[in-house]
């Protein structure tokens, strides 16, 4: 099976500036999660997608914002873009059969970078 | 919301001595403990796990151990070897139907050769 697989690798953007980003998770997985990690933080939880539906959603303001399709895919927006939102940016992906407790697995992630 | 405390932040070891990494974590409620490996430029891979209906758990040279009533669950990493060298994260998730990962700030292990 393929693995979690995320586009684009690389971005730079200017201050201001919105960007998207995609999540093909592993077939047959209907979870999409996303996480932001940087040096100081670590790795912070954004938002769960499961059945196109946004399922939890972490401590993050609204300019971040995402959707999941009908085959699972994932995308994650943020808007007006701040220096602080430079990070990489992982999405994961999980069966979720019942309730929780299934492993994820990440993508290879995306690395924004703000101007 | 679940908080998750990693010790030590990082970790250096000669080849072939034994790695122990610890996390706490808050929410009693969490029952689901995974452990991942980050290397350089590389996404997190897990590389074990274990459940709260469990002690311990073994997977060749690693080992992961639990403690609920202390809130509290180790890495042990044994014959280190050059290749272990990276950042080792844990997490916790509560069994609330989410699949929502709280993660520790990472241990950094280095294994000199």
């Known amino acids: 099976k393929a693995g979690v697989t995320q586009t684009p690798r690389y971005l730079i953007k200017t201050r201001g500036q919105q960007v998207t980003l995609s999540c093909s998770p592993i077939?047959?997985?209907?979870?999409v999660s996303w996480y932001q990690q940087t040096p100081g933080q670590g790795l912070q939880f954004l938002f769960e997608?499961?059945?196109?539906?946004?399922?939890n959603k972490g401590n993050f303001p609204g300019r971040f914002s995402g959707r999941q399709f009908s085959n699972s895919r994932s995308e994650m927006n943020v808007s007006t873009l701040e220096l602080g939102d430079s990070a990489l940016y992982l999405c994961?992906?999980?069966?979720?059969?019942?309730?929780?407790?299934?492993?994820?697995?990440f993508g290879p992630g995306t690395r924004l970078t703000v101007l | 919301g679940e908080n998750v405390e990693q010790h030590p932040s990082t970790l250096s070891v000669q080849e072939g001595d034994s790695a122990v990494i610890k996390c706490t974590y808050s929410?009693?409620?969490?029952?689901?403990f995974p452990w991942y490996k980050q290397e350089l430029g590389k996404r997190p891979q897990l590389i074990i796990d274990i459940r709260s209906n469990v002690g311990e758990k073994k997977d060749q040279r690693i080992a992961v151990t639990l403690n609920k009533t202390a809130k509290h669950f180790s890495l042990h990493i044994t014959e280190t070897q050059p290749e272990d060298s990276a950042v080792y994260f844990c997490a916790a998730t509560p069994n609330s139907g989410y699949s929502t990962l709280t993660f520790g700030k990472g241990t950094m292990l280095l294994v000199s050769p």
């Open positions: 997608y499961f059945s196109e539906t946004q399922r």
């Open positions: 929410d009693s409620a969490s029952n689901y």
């Open positions: 077939s047959g997985h209907r979870s």
């Open positions: 994961a992906s999980s069966l979720r059969v019942g309730r929780g407790l299934n492993e994820q697995f």
